[in-house]
């Protein structure tokens, strides 16, 4: 008897419920908030980390460009020294084979961070493609997770590159003559910094190679090609 006035009860709660919501038009309210505030949501994260990385990079150009300047004011006083010591050298030939070695390692110096820097464009290129065409997947429904992480590297990769090769490019190579008898060690010292400095660099340039070859992979992997 009581189970039976138990489901009588329920039973009338329900057609009530129903009742109430089909004359006033209301129903349950759905969990979370709706499909337009969530998007306006994302649009503002979005808009809101877009200016948190302009202002990083912002202030990365603004560290950088002040310790060029620190380097060239640095370098323009040895090249002043430089100038000196080749003025007072005897050997008209040694001075100006000094002269033209010098003109040459800026050359070679110069050309080299071009050719960095023309790598880092192209990879640079391939990224924004990368990005364009992980869209589209996500737009089909696929988990494009691990496309944006290897991304992600991949652009970090790419900048910490590019910041070394500014760096390189504003370096300096100038021959420290110690003696007019010297002159041979001297020359091969700043030839092998410079040989050096430019694999540093290089290592960086290939590490942001690496690091877009890994994302368009995890692309491959995403569109089924892999």
Same mark, same amino acid.
């Not at 006033?24 to 998007?39: H, L, N, V």
């Given at each position: 008897?009581?189970?039976?006035?138990?489901?009588?009860?329920?039973?009338?709660?329900?057609?009530?419920?129903?009742?109430?919501?089909?004359?006033?038009?209301?129903?349950?309210?759905?969990?979370?908030?709706?499909?337009?505030?969530?998007?306006?949501?994302?649009?503002?994260?979005?808009?809101?980390?877009?200016?948190?990385?302009?202002?990083?990079?912002?202030?990365?150009?603004?560290?950088?460009?002040?310790?060029?300047?620190?380097? %060239?004011?640095?370098?323009?006083?040895?090249?002043?020294?430089?100038?000196?010591?080749?003025?007072?050298? %005897?050997?008209?030939?040694?001075?100006?084979?000094?002269?033209?070695?010098?003109?040459?390692?800026?050359?070679?110096?110069?050309?080299?961070?071009?050719?960095?820097?023309?790598?880092?464009?192209?990879?640079?290129?391939?990224?924004?493609?990368?990005?364009?065409?992980?869209?589209?997947?996500?737009?089909?429904?696929?988990?494009?997770?691990?496309?944006?992480?290897?991304?992600?590297?991949?652009?970090?990769?790419?900048?910490?590159?590019?910041?070394?090769?500014?760096?390189?490019?504003?370096?300096?190579?100038?021959?420290?003559?110690?003696?007019?008898?010297?002159?041979?060690?001297?020359?091969?010292?700043?030839?092998?910094?410079?040989?050096?400095?430019?694999?540093?660099?290089?290592?960086?340039?290939?590490?942001?190679?690496?690091?877009?070859?890994?994302?368009?992979?995890?692309?491959?992997?995403?569109?089924?090609?892999?």
């Amino acid at each position: 008897m009581i189970k039976r006035i138990l489901m009588g009860a329920a039973l009338s709660t329900t057609l009530v419920s129903g009742a109430f919501a089909q004359e006033y038009g209301t129903s349950p309210a759905p969990m979370g908030p709706k499909p337009e505030i969530r998007k306006e949501m994302r649009e503002a994260r979005k808009e809101e980390n877009q200016a948190a990385r302009e202002a990083m990079q912002a202030g990365r150009k603004e560290a950088m460009q002040a310790l060029v300047k620190e380097r %060239k004011d640095d370098m323009q006083a040895r090249r002043e020294e430089f100038k000196a010591r080749m003025g007072a050298l %005897k050997d008209e030939r040694k001075k100006t084979a000094i002269g033209r070695i010098d003109a040459s390692i800026a050359k070679v110096n110069a050309e080299t961070a071009g050719r960095f820097g023309e790598t880092l464009d192209r990879l640079t290129a391939a990224l924004a493609k990368i990005a364009t065409r992980s869209d589209a997947a996500k737009a089909t429904g696929k988990d494009i997770t691990t496309v944006q992480a290897a991304m992600a590297a991949a652009q970090t990769a790419i900048a910490s590159s590019r910041t070394a090769v500014v760096m390189q490019a504003a370096k300096s190579y100038v021959i420290t003559i110690s003696d007019e008898k010297n002159l041979r060690a001297d020359v091969n010292t700043i030839r092998e910094t410079l040989r050096a400095d430019l694999k540093t660099t290089q290592d960086t340039v290939k590490a942001a190679r690496d690091a877009a070859r890994k994302a368009g992979e995890a692309l491959a992997v995403v569109e089924g090609r892999a």
